[in-house]
């Protein structure tokens, strides 16, 4: 008889090429921000601990990811395009993780113009609290726009004009402006549009309405319309018009709270649209379940501003 030899077969496990993880959240925060002191905040580190893990990256990598420069920091094209393919994956690994969660939770960044922030989302938002007690809103109140390329906002809250455009923006509402005072300026109950001229008449920063909306009305020829070079923010506009200081065209969802306090009275049907409020979303935001839960909730208290008339 042969005598048989059993030979034990190895299997060879092939390891996948992984730098630390700690070091590759290090990089792909730094590299989204393009900051290692925003990436530090972000992870809850310092901004040590953010510079040691991506020197060690590099090091182990045997490549440069950024660049020093004298106002900050630059990738390099090694750096963006490793951060093209860690991005995604690390979306991909979020995502399927809030997939596995029943309730989403976590922390979803707004950024909002301050007029539709204080008087329109600051009072929705404890209904969202009520029924998503899992999911932080952080509302950011500013006239500028966050860069949602690098992550400093999940979404963005912008009104926009017909001659301006935000690629992938939605449309959240486009109420009509109308004229609107505190019950306590009005002399006497308004008999005609003319009437309107022995008020002051409120301008905001960026709009002309008032020889727009007269013309409209056809009563009041363009020469008798009051002209005034001060203006003032669209939100101080609506306080002073709500202390009794004068007349303000403004869209009608922004100033719905105070007309239902009775803090303001609508003072003609004669109303028009110059644009409306957009919700601008990051890249591949709407994969986080948190942020979809929120878009889906905002769009379902706002329809009834969307072509309202």
Known sequence: MLDVKCVKIAHIVMKRQLPPLNALRAFEAAGRHQSFSRAAEELDVSHSSISRHVRGLEDRMGVQLFRDLPRGLELSEYGAAYLAQ??????????ATEN??????????????????????VPLLKNFSALQPEI????????????LARYEADLAIRFVRPENHYPGSELISDAPLHPYAAPSL????????????????????????????????????????PQSTWRMSSALAVEAAISGQGILLVSDEVVAGEVAAGRLVRLSEVGFREG???????????????????????????AQWRDAG
Request: proline share 5%.
């Open 136 to 147: 932080e809103i952080r509302l950011e109140a500013s006239r500028h726009l966050a860069n």
């Open 186 to 225: 009005l002399r006497a109950p308004l008999t005609s549009t003319r009437d309107m001229l022995s008020y002051p008449l409120l301008r905001d920063r960026t709009s002309g309405t008032w020889d727009v909306w007269f013309a409209l009305t056809g009563e009041v020829a363009p020469e008798e319309v």
């Open 100 to 121: 596995l969660v029943e309730f989403p939770q976590g922390t979803v960044w707004v950024n909002s113009e301050t007029l539709f922030a204080t008087k329109l989302l």
């Open 276 to 302: 409306g409020y957009h919700l601008v979303l990051g890249e591949s935001v709407l994969r986080r379940k948190a942020v979809r839960v929120f878009r889906d909730w905002l769009m379902a208290e706002t």
């Open 86 to 95: 860690v991005s995604p994956a690390f979306d991909a690994i979020a995502s």
